[in-house]
């Protein structure tokens, strides 16, 4: 028995015929859920609400007949067994229903046909069933495979194509009837670097060994156009045994080109198109490991362009990057095949020398770099004079590794600027304790204004006419755990190396005001202080209110606080200083020249801003009783600020024949050791105490 639950729909007039036809099946034993109809009408109605295992039908009905409820089963697309159970029919008209779709015709008095009938019509309407499925299964597949966005290739057992789908004409540009009869692979680059004959036979002898093979390969357009794609061989097998070999191949091209770019963003500099620091230091490891074996020593340069924050600054960006690239260009001229020039970012290169069997070769090529630079650079039309400072380290001599190499290159390159640029400066150990010490003082300083650390000095200034004490200069100090102070000139330029100064500069703003405002309230309320202003504070947008905000907290007024700056301040003419000292003058504040003489001493500079005083140099003062030149420069000096309308203060004064010229050349106050040291505020106040009392 086939199956044995069977839905039937009867579709019969006779009540009694379609029980008769129940007990056969029954008795076969078979589970019955029958429907019985009669008209067109029910009979659609029955076909909507479920479905059927078979339909058994009357011949001729008063409403209905077989040959119209064939119609419903056709109109319907059904494929179940449909069977006829009649009277006496003629011969030509069973024949025409079946021709119209009828599966059997029994004769009611002749049963014992049914159930064979059922069981075999059933059989074969599962079979009809399943070859359907079939059928659209292996269509599907085609569909597929013929509409698959990545090559299909079927081969035989030798690897001989028989089919290609359309993607494959696409990609390759080769039609079906071209590929098929060749052997799998014709279009891989086939004795090239990629895919040599031997690589042909090795990937065919591992598809054989283990059955299948995936892997990334490169192929020939029919152009002539290369592309890659990801290729996946697998097999076919029937009976165990290997009968064809179905090719999957994705064009990976767009993929592999962004894989590409990738790698030369990770290891190359966009601008200049050399070799980064991620890829140098591969390389210098490289160097490194050759050299452990090979005993030659390696050597790295570090060339950095000097003042090139300048030309950024001034010029602009895209300036800045010409001469950069235009710069790249020269030292590429110097480097051989067997070196590697790199950009680390900024305006810092590198050149790796290894297996440098000979240090004149080192020596030249550090003359030659300084040579490319001693010609300007023409962006334009304008030319633009730059040097270069370089630091040089070996390895093994002065490193143990890569990232020591490249630390002690750099620090070679930053002791050359240091040392006035343009020059090469060679690594040493004297070099890594500056560093040490840089280091300590960077690290003891983060937060120095809230650890109590810090103190100010005062050193009195005096007026030549009264000889009494009017202002004072504050002088920072770093006390130290064991109570030494450390000097400002060992750590100022460490904060403003590293950025700290602003925070400690704030520090002195507010500690100087409440100073001040302690002395006009205890002893004085006509005297004024003197603060070093750091050229990175004035370059802070904010600076000029920071300073106004001190002021307002102590009730002091802007003409109580002398804002001292050095030249250098001036010549580097930032747009964000420039701003920040005219509203100063604005604002009241009194600017004042420090170390007048010491650096490009201009008149221009002098007349840019109202500068109400000149501070004339300890360098000049110290060397005025026996030099005559330094004598006739110094009153010169206070000659010309006089006739700009600005005071002038002498440093340094340490003996009374210094106090008697500058009194005869009519400087306006003398500060230095013959008048005091500078002091803690407890002894300012005695000392104002002391030498400003009437009585």
Not at 79 to 87: A, L, Q, V
Not at 182 to 211: C, N, P, Y
Not at 232 to 242: D, F, Q, R, T, V
Request: net charge negative; aromatic share 8%.
């Amino acid at each position: 028995m086939y199956q044995q639950f069977l839905n039937i729909l009867f579709v019969e007039d006779s009540e009694d015929d379609v029980e008769l036809t129940l007990s056969e099946l029954v008795r076969a034993g078979y589970e019955i859920s029958a429907c019985r109809v009669e008209t067109a009408d029910a009979m659609q109605r029955a076909l909507d609400s479920r479905s059927w295992d078979i339909i058994v039908s009357d011949y001729k009905m008063p409403e209905f007949s077989a040959e119209r409820s064939l119609d419903l089963y056709s109109t319907n697309n059904l494929d179940i067994p449909f069977i006829i159970i009649s009277g006496v029919v003629e011969a030509e008209d069973v024949v025409y229903l079946l021709k119209q779709g009828a599966h059997d015709f029994l004769n009611k008095s002749a049963l014992a046909r049914l159930i064979p009938a059922v069981e075999r019509e059933l059989r074969e309407a599962h079979t009809r069933t399943a070859q359907r499925q079939a059928e659209q299964k292996v269509r599907t597949l085609s569909l597929a495979v013929e509409q698959s966005p990545v090559s299909v290739l079927i081969t035989d057992a030798e690897g001989i194509i028989e089919y290609v789908n359309p993607k494959f004409e696409y990609t390759s540009g080769y039609l079906a009837e071209e590929a098929i009869g060749k052997q799998l692979g014709f279009a891989l680059m086939v004795g090239s670097a990629d895919f040599s004959h031997t690589e042909s036979q090795v990937l065919w002898s591992h598809i054989r060994e283990h059955g299948r093979w995936g892997g990334e390969l490169c192929s020939v357009h029919k152009d002539g156009i290369l592309y890659w794609e990801y290729i996946n061989i697998s097999p076919l097998a029937e009976s165990g045994k290997i009968i064809r070999y179905v090719a999957v191949q994705e064009d990976i091209t767009a993929r592999r080109t962004y894989e590409a770019q990738l790698r030369k963003q990770a290891h190359y500099d966009d601008l200049t198109g050399l070799p980064n620091r991620r890829l140098m230091m591969e390389n210098i490891h490289h160097a490194i490991a050759t050299s452990h074996h090979s005993r030659m020593p390696v050597a790295l340069l570090c060339i950095d362009l000097d003042n090139f924050k300048d030309v950024n600054d001034t010029l602009g960006h895209e300036i800045g990057d010409e001469l950069l690239t235009q710069a790249a260009s020269r030292l590429a001229g110097l480097v051989s095949s067997t070196q590697l020039l790199g950009r680390t970012g900024g305006d810092e290169f590198f050149i790796l020398m290894p297996d440098l069997d000979d240090t004149c070769f080192l020596r030249n090529l550090i003359s030659d770099i300084m040579g490319v630079f001693s010609s300007p650079f023409v962006i334009n039309k304008h030319p633009h004079y730059i040097t270069a400072s370089i630091g040089t380290a070996m390895y093994p001599h002065q490193s143990v590794d890569a990232a020591t190499l490249l630390k002690n290159a750099e620090l070679a390159m930053y002791q050359a600027k240091k040392m006035g640029r343009n020059q090469c400066q060679f690594f040493s150990e004297s070099i890594n304790t500056l560093l040490n010490e840089k280091m300590a003082i960077e690290s003891a300083l983060r937060g120095i204004e809230h650890r109590n650390e810090l103190e100010l000095f005062y050193q009195p200034i005096i007026d030549r006419r009264t000889q009494k004490i009017v202002s004072c200069e504050a002088l920072l100090r770093w006390k130290t755990s064991d109570g030494s102070y450390i000097m400002p000139d060992v750590f100022i330029p460490v904060a403003e190396d590293t950025g700290l100064i602003n925070s400690v500069g704030e520090w002195v703003i507010h500690q100087a005001c409440k100073d001040l405002r302690f002395i006009h309230q205890t002893i004085d309320s006509t005297i004024k202080f003197a603060i070093n202003i750091s050229p990175k504070q004035l370059q802070e947008s904010d600076f000029p209110q920071h300073v106004e905000d001190n002021l307002d907290k102590f009730s002091l007024s802007p003409d109580m606080l002398k804002l001292e700056i050095t030249e250098n301040v001036l010549i580097h003419d930032i747009g964000e200083t420039n701003a920040n000292l005219r509203l100063l003058c604005d604002k009241g504040f009194q600017l004042s020249i420090d170390d007048f003489g010491t650096g490009y001493s201009s008149l221009a500079y002098l007349q840019k801003y109202p500068f109400a005083v000149l501070k004339i140099d300890r360098s000049f003062v110290s060397q005025i009783d026996n030099n005559s030149n330094n004598a006739k420069l110094t009153e010169a000096i206070i000659n010309m600020a006089h006739s700009l309308g600005m005071q002038v203060v002498a440093e340094g004064v340490e003996t009374s024949q210094q106090q008697q010229f500058l009194t005869e050349c009519e400087c306006d106050f003398f500060q230095g050791y013959l008048f005091s040291r500078p002091i803690p505020l407890k002894e300012l106040v005695i000392k104002i105490h002391d030498m400003n009392d009437d009585s």
